[in-house]
């Protein structure tokens, strides 16, 4: 299934718990999700802008997701996209964490990504049947197969150390050199010809 939109930024218009927001975009038919906790800065207009992510925008360009700067099959979205100074409350964080599902699920990515611990987390709890714990070190670049979606989850890239970039540029290329879909095609149960693909 297809996302029918040309949309490239908050193609659902979600709007969270807060004035100032960087909303997802990139690619809405995209087969990997790259997923923040929430906005440093007030004024990137997307994820990747943020400085923080810097090192991690070279391994993303040398594996093909990334083409000119521009998102080539990848999605960028926040856990939290809302900027402000100070943690957020537990009640505007669950809101904004229902709307990021909701985007999670209608984008349809095949790979998720999340970078740092809080969205290393987010992710193992919810899409996936690994017990989250502070452990993103230790599983940095490895690929989680025991749920929907494959999981890679990504160190803070201003805490990688010598070896955290090869180490994610290795798995990815890996992942694109197969298929990664995991589709079962189950067209033998509907009348007519054609497949009818689900995971």
Same mark, same amino acid.
């Given at each position: 299934?297809?996302?029918?939109? $040309?949309?490239?930024?908050?193609?659902?218009?979600?709007?969270? &718990?807060?004035?100032?927001?960087?909303?997802?975009?990139?690619?809405?038919?995209?087969?990997?999700?790259?997923?923040?906790?929430?906005?440093?800065?007030?004024?990137?207009?997307?994820?990747?802008?943020?400085?923080?992510?810097?090192?991690?925008?070279?391994?993303?360009? =040398?594996?093909?997701?990334?083409?000119?700067?521009?998102?080539?099959?990848?999605?960028?979205?926040?856990?939290?996209?809302?900027?402000?100074?100070?943690?957020?409350?537990?009640?505007?964080?669950?809101? =904004?964490? =229902?709307?990021?599902?909701?985007?999670?699920?209608?984008?349809?990515?095949?790979?998720?990504?999340?970078?740092?611990?809080?969205? *290393?987390? !987010?992710?193992?709890?919810?899409?996936?049947? *690994?017990? &989250?714990?502070?452990?993103?070190?230790?599983?940095?670049?490895?690929?989680?197969?025991?749920?929907?979606?494959? *999981?890679? &989850? *990504?160190?803070?890239?201003?805490?990688?150390?010598?070896?955290?970039?090869?180490?994610?540029?290795?798995?990815?290329?890996?992942?694109?050199?197969? $298929?990664?879909?995991?589709?079962? $095609?189950?067209?033998?149960?509907?009348?007519?010809?054609?497949? !009818?693909?689900?995971?």
């Amino acid at each position: 299934m297809k996302v029918i939109t $040309d949309r490239t930024r908050n193609p659902f218009g979600f709007s969270p &718990p807060c004035e100032e927001f960087i909303p997802g975009s990139g690619d809405p038919n995209a087969d990997f999700h790259l997923i923040g906790d929430r906005p440093s800065e007030p004024t990137a207009t997307a994820l990747l802008e943020d400085e923080r992510f810097e090192p991690l925008r070279a391994v993303l360009e =040398a594996v093909g997701l990334l083409n000119g700067g521009a998102p080539g099959g990848l999605y960028t979205s926040y856990l939290y996209p809302c900027y402000q100074n100070g943690e957020p409350t537990p009640a505007t964080r669950e809101a =904004a964490e =229902a709307l990021f599902d909701a985007e999670l699920r209608a984008i349809t990515a095949h790979v998720l990504l999340p970078v740092g611990e809080a969205a *290393i987390e !987010y992710a193992l709890r919810n899409y996936s049947s *690994i017990a &989250p714990g502070e452990q993103s070190a230790a599983i940095h670049g490895t690929e989680i197969t025991n749920g929907s979606w494959i *999981i890679v &989850p *990504i160190r803070d890239p201003t805490v990688w150390e010598p070896g955290d970039a090869e180490t994610l540029e290795a798995t990815l290329q890996s992942l694109r050199s197969f $298929d990664y879909r995991r589709e079962s $095609d189950l067209g033998r149960h509907v009348t007519g010809p054609g497949s !009818y693909r689900v995971r």
